[in-house]
C-alpha cells in the first residue's frame, strides 16, 4: 500500500494554468501505475490521465488531450499533472490513484477504469472561473 497526498489545486480564470502534485509514501512508488481522475458536483468520476511506472506511456481521454500533460519523478516519489488552456468544465475535486504490478503497454480501457487502482487521495478542489 501506498500513501498518496495530492496539492496544488485552486481557483484560475479560464484559459490558466494548475500543476496538481501528488506524493506518495513507501520505498515502492516505482513500481505503481498512476492515474489522475476527477469529480464535478452531481457528475461521476472521470478518468483524467494515467502514466506508466517508468514513465514512458502515458494516456489522456479526448477531452484533456492537448491540454493536461502527467509526469512522474521516481526519485521524489511523485506524480504531477499540468493543467493548461483550463476550461470552467474542468472545474473538479482531481484525485490520484495507483496500482502496483503489470506491465506496460496497457489498454486505455485498463488505465481508464476506476477498478484498476486500489491507492486514493483525498483529493484536491480545482475551480475554474469564467
Known amino acids: 500500500q501506498v500513501q498518496l497526498v495530492e496539492s496544488g489545486g485552486g481557483l484560475v480564470q479560464a484559459g490558466g494554468s494548475l500543476r496538481l502534485s501528488c506524493a506518495a509514501s513507501?520505498?515502492?512508488?516505482?513500481?505503481?501505475?498512476m492515474g489522475w481522475f476527477r469529480q464535478a458536483p452531481g457528475k461521476e468520476r472521470e478518468f483524467v490521465a494515467a502514466i506508466s511506472q517508468g514513465g514512458g506511456s502515458s494516456y489522456y481521454p479526448d477531452s484533456v488531450q492537448g491540454r493536461f500533460t502527467i509526469s512522474r519523478d521516481n526519485v521524489k516519489n511523485t506524480v504531477y499533472l499540468q493543467m493548461d488552456s483550463l476550461k470552467p468544465e474542468d472545474t473538479a475535486v482531481y484525485y490520484c490513484a495507483g496500482r502496483t504490478g503489470g506491465n506496460p503497454p496497457y489498454s486505455f480501457s485498463y488505465v481508464s477504469e476506476e477498478r484498476t487502482y486500489d491507492n486514493w487521495g483525498q483529493g484536491t478542489q480545482v475551480t475554474v472561473s469564467s
Open positions: 513507501g520505498r515502492t512508488f516505482r513500481s505503481y501505475l
